[in-house]
């Protein structure tokens, strides 16, 4: 069973920096996916940034130029914050389509670590 365990999330000031790390627990099956949401209270998970094995990456237009989303390990991911607002607090999963083959592949999530971003 494949298992994603995020780390990294804290209490932040305004202005400041957080790094988010995400290690998928099996390293026999392929990522072909490797991205981070969030789920601020109220609303509805939203895409943060995503990269996927031909290297293409995406950003919310909200954290374009101030998040950076990395493949750090076969097998591990990363999510530099800079910064940070207050609008940034929200839960943050970690999440992967993973998969002996592209056509086989499945999702999976993180269980989320908190983010708070406040003075």
């Known amino acids: 069973q494949v298992q994603l365990v995020e780390s990294g999330g804290d209490l932040v000031q305004p202005g400041g920096s957080l790094r988010l790390s995400c290690a998928a627990s099996?390293?026999?099956?392929?990522?072909?996916?490797a991205g981070w949401y969030r789920q601020a209270p109220g609303k509805q998970r939203e895409l943060v940034a995503t990269t996927d094995y031909n290297d293409n990456i995406k950003y919310s237009d909200s954290v374009k130029g101030r998040f950076t989303i990395s493949r750090d390990t076969e097998n591990t991911w990363s999510l530099q914050m800079n910064s940070l607002q207050p609008d940034d607090t929200a839960v943050y999963y970690c999440h992967a389509q993973m998969g002996q083959t592209y056509f086989t592949r499945y999702d999976y999530w993180g269980q989320g670590t908190q983010v708070t971003v406040s003075s």
């Open positions: 099996k390293r026999s099956v392929s990522i072909y996916v």
